[in-house]
């Protein structure tokens, strides 16, 4: 049904080729996985991304998976147990590249392209799926125009978790620098506001062109973490207005309880009055 074209990615387990849908010449992203090169329980970890990703499809700003298609053949030991999942193509590549690019969002930008990361995930908080490695590489755009930087989508779901049980997570994953103190800690559990610390991180970097919590030593990117350990110096952030500032600081609140949910911020002065 489909032909496969120019590898667009690789990584541990997988390749992403672009493919094209024979009878009606569509273009897709097709993620190629290798289950005999899966470790222990990987083979369930593939399954789960596979689940999550069909029970949040039909939410705004995240990337679809389409079809999924499993090689059992026993005659082909070269195909043997290969999945393949049919994903949207985003042409734009990731976010990260256009931070590369730019250096710093205006707040317009960045709250174009936070926007969209937020309105996916209240979609998926709603439906109880913690994404766990928000980061600018997760993050794809649809236009290849490098002065369009929305519609941005989530992307790759190989650490998201179905929280069927309210703070019932206890497994450490994620990117040092975006992920949440709780994960860290572990104990005694943590829930979907982690994605919301991430999207405090990404919004920093955004407007200030740098990580909050970053330092070649890793033990003490967490250490910073773990205590939010951060600041807006001037020399940075002088021209950044006190709404984007707030919005940053209510994400990167330690206690969860009081730590704004995606909808909280989708409400905040600073999303809804676009004055910047």
Known sequence: IYSRGAQLGFGAFANVFLATHKPTGETYAVKEVDRTKMIWNKKNHLQHEIDNMFKVREGPNIVQLYEVYYNNNDDDDDDKNLCHMIIELMPGGE???????????????????????????????????????????????????????????????????????????????????????????RFPSYDVP???WSVGVILFLLLGGYLPFDDSDEKKVFDHTRNARYCFPPQYWTSVSSGAKDLISNCLTLDTRKRYTAKDCLKCDWMVNNEA
Not at 138 to 163: E, H, M, W, Y
């Open 95 to 185: 976010l990260f590249e256009r931070i590369i690019d730019k250096g710093k969002f205006t707040e317009r930008e960045a709250r174009d392209s936070i926007r969209c990361v937020l309105e996916a995930l209240n979609y998926m908080h709603e439906k109880r799926v913690a994404h766990r490695d928000l980061k600018p590489e997760n993050l794809l755009l649809q236009s290849r125009d490098r002065s369009k930087l929305t519609p941005v989508k989530i992307a790759d779901f190989g650490f998201a978790k179905s929280i069927e049980k309210k703070n019932s997570c206890r497994s450490l994953c994620g990117t040092p620098g975006y992920l949440a103190p709780e994960i860290l800690e």
């Open 194 to 196: 982690c994605d919301i």
